[in-house]
């Protein structure tokens, strides 16, 4: 069965650090795209960061350039996102999501999100 | 950026009626909009991709349209698991941006 599950969410102050984790099962990372989108409260949803499946090509949204990094261990099945200097407008709910095709595009099919409250 | 805005932002169905969901693009995105539902404390799920084509397991009273900047989603005859969130989104360009949602609920 094809599955995505994701960790590492939690409460963080201002200025901290958070990694999270996407562990996918079912196929493999290196036939998919796979992208970061996450959700604030009352907000719409917001594409984070995206990689293709060669991972030679990466994307981020403007709002977290410099800030946010994705990466994965192909032997671990295992895609994340280090973030760094997060601000109180980070706090959403992440889910990771595998593309349909080699090229980031859509989110066919997501994981069950992980939590991210940036406070004080 | 690309604005997609749908409308309207709640739309009030009876069981059984059909809905349509408008979603438009501040510029021509071609055919690359994908619809999907999300249902309280739920992740979003796929259900059109390339405007028109149902993804894998959608029901097929769930039909997608348009290209260019409008596109519209048609639920023709409302089960009561339709009642939920619709978001659209373009990937013609980078950033992928999702439209701000229509909410259907029971009327």
């Known amino acids: 069965e094809v599955e995505l599950k994701e960790s590492g969410g939690g409460l963080v102050q201002p200025g901290g650090s958070l990694r999270l984790s996407c562990v996918a099962s079912?196929?493999?990372?290196?036939?998919?795209?796979m992208n970061w989108v996450r959700q604030a409260p009352g907000e719409r949803l917001q594409w984070v960061s995206a990689?293709?499946?060669?991972?030679?090509?990466?994307y981020y949204a403007d709002s977290v350039k410099g800030r946010f990094t994705i990466s994965r261990d192909t032997s671990k099945s295992t895609m994340y996102l280090q973030m760094t200097s997060l601000r109180v407008e980070d706090t959403a709910v992440y889910y990771c999501?595998?593309?349909?095709?080699?090229?980031?595009?859509?989110?066919?099919?997501w994981g069950q999100g992980t939590r991210v409250i940036v406070s004080s | 950026e690309i604005v997609m805005t749908q409308s309207p932002a709640t739309l009030s169905v009876s069981p059984g009626e059909g809905a349509t969901l408008s979603c438009r693009a501040s510029q021509s995105v071609s055919s690359t909009v994908a619809w999907y539902q999300q249902k309280p404390g739920q992740a979003p799920r796929l259900l059109i991709y390339?405007?028109?084509t149902r993804a894998t397991g959608v029901p097929a009273r769930f039909s997608g349209s348009g290209s260019g900047t409008d596109f519209t989603l048609t639920i023709s005859s409302l089960q009561s698991e339709d009642f939920a969130l619709y978001y659209c989104q373009q990937y013609n360009d980078w950033p992928l941006t999702f439209g701000g949602g229509t909410k259907v609920e029971i009327k």
């Open positions: 999501a595998k593309d349909m095709d080699i090229v980031v595009q859509i989110g066919a099919l």
């Open positions: 079912g196929f493999t990372l290196t036939n998919y795209a």
């Open positions: 390339g405007a028109s």
């Open positions: 990689m293709s499946a060669s991972g030679l090509t990466t």
